[in-house]
């Protein structure tokens, strides 16, 4: 297994990958767009995990100068459930926290509200009464 910083050209195996792994996506090309544009944002702190130079799991860490956001921690299903998720959510945090970030912020899905308890192993919880998680670091 190797982390690596994400490269433009994994696009196509990315979107694969999130449909596989049932993340809530716009079209195609929306999210072509958007993914370049965060890349060229953020290009040290969006990663993916590679199995033998395969693409299985992703994380897009974006950084807006005050919080960190998490976009698109996915796994093939396959290699769910065996701590690749938390390794790569801890890689993807402290490369956020290397940028400067001190606050977390991620969004779940409602149709995906089965990965709440792995989150909340991670430290984040509901903010207010929205959907929205997030993880403080400022008080460490």
């Known amino acids: 297994m190797k982390i690596r910083k994400i490269e433009l050209s994994d696009f196509d195996d990315l979107y694969e990958l999130w449909k596989e792994a049932g993340l809530d996506m716009a079209e ?13 944002l953020n290009p040290t702190s969006s990663i993916v995990l590679e199995q033998k130079a395969r693409v ?3 994380a897009l860490g974006i950084f807006n100068g005050r919080r960190g ?26 490369r956020l926290q290397q940028r ?11 149709e995906n509200l089965k990965i ?12 207010s009464d929205s ?8 008080k460490k």
């Open 28 to 40: 195609i090309e929306r999210e072509k767009r958007e993914f370049e544009m965060m890349i060229e």
């Open 56 to 58: 299985i799991g992703s």
């Open 69 to 94: 956001m998490i976009y698109h921690l996915a796994l093939e299903p396959k290699w769910q459930g065996k701590g690749y998720g938390s390794l790569l959510l801890k890689e993807v945090e402290k």
């Open 100 to 110: 400067g970030a001190t606050k977390f912020n991620l969004f779940v899905s409602l």
């Open 116 to 127: 709440f308890p792995f989150y909340e192993k991670h430290g984040y919880s509901v903010m």
């Open 131 to 138: 959907i929205v998680l997030a993880k403080d670091l400022w």
